[in-house]
């Protein structure tokens, strides 16, 4: 299953780019391959022109976005987060993002990264910092709170895009249930019709019986077994019709519903 199976991703883009614009953290979806989902918000120049923007900086922030779990410092030294996106039991992708420092950047740290990913060193340290500063407490909050709101309405868009299924197959299936009452109707009304012709049969049959006399006496027995028959299936016939009836009303209460 698949976020885009059931959702519109643009939700998850509005909340995302809220949620950045009032924290000043980054953040993206991402699915469970690692493809983005929806697009960044809030990314640093510092990640994304310098860090991310190198082969080697690239591949370590790879590998940070696939295993890193909660709140947890990222190879260039800044605070990430990543929150799973949870659907019963299953997962279905993440929330990622981050990109703040829990404190005032120590700059040969930074100068030292830069060295190891081959990035100008005071670029870099010109970059980071631009990046803004939260406390770890602050950081913890916010991506638990990101957390919590995208899995709540994942799991509306699901709940609502399957009770969208349901009724659909349910107004289905009353439909097919409609005609075949209606076919029931048809079908009991001919076997009325046939009923009715037996019974003439069988008094007609009673009739040249009581002419012929003696003779005829046996086929006067199954004249008036003919009769009890006919009698018989003309009362099945009416039962029948008041299912179809009642089922008929019961369907139409639920189209009213």
């Known amino acids: 299953m698949k976020l885009s199976d059931f959702m519109d991703l643009s939700q998850l883009q509005k909340i995302q780019d809220a949620f950045s614009a009032a924290t000043g953290l980054a953040a993206v979806a991402i699915d469970t391959e690692g493809n983005y989902l929806t697009k960044g918000s809030g990314f640093t120049e510092f990640c994304m022109k310098h ?3 190198c082969a080697e900086g690239a591949k370590r922030c790879q590998k940070c976005d696939t295993a890193g779990k909660g709140v947890y410092e990222c190879h260039a030294g800044l605070m990430d987060f990543s929150i799973d996106i949870i659907m ?4 279905l992708g993440a929330v990622i993002g981050g990109q703040v420092l829990p404190h005032e950047p120590d700059e040969e740290k930074f100068r030292q990264i830069a060295e190891e990913l081959g990035i100008n060193p005071e670029s870099y340290v010109r970059a980071v910092h ?6 770890e407490k602050s950081i913890n909050a916010a991506a638990s709170l990101l957390g919590d709101v995208v899995n709540r309405m994942v799991l509306q868009e699901y709940m609502n ?22 076919r029931i109707k048809e079908n009991t009304k001919e076997l009325e019709a046939i009923a009715s012709k037996q019974t003439i049969m069988a008094l007609n049959a009673s009739i040249e019986t009581a002419r012929v006399g003696a003779a005829g006496a046996g086929f006067g ?4 077994q003919m009769g009890a028959f006919s009698k018989q299936s003309t009362e099945i ?4 019709t008041q299912d179809a009836n009642s089922i ?3 369907i139409h209460k639920m189209n009213e519903t």
């Open 51 to 53: 860090t991310r923007g």
């Open 88 to 91: 019963n039991g299953e997962k």
């Open 130 to 135: 631009k990046v803004p500063v939260r406390s």
């Open 161 to 182: 895009a399957t009770e969208y299924k349901k009724i659909h197959v349910w107004e289905e299936e009353i439909a097919n249930a409609t005609e075949t009452v209606t």
């Open 221 to 224: 027995i199954i004249a008036k």
């Open 237 to 240: 016939y009416k039962k029948i």
């Open 248 to 250: 008929a009303e019961s």
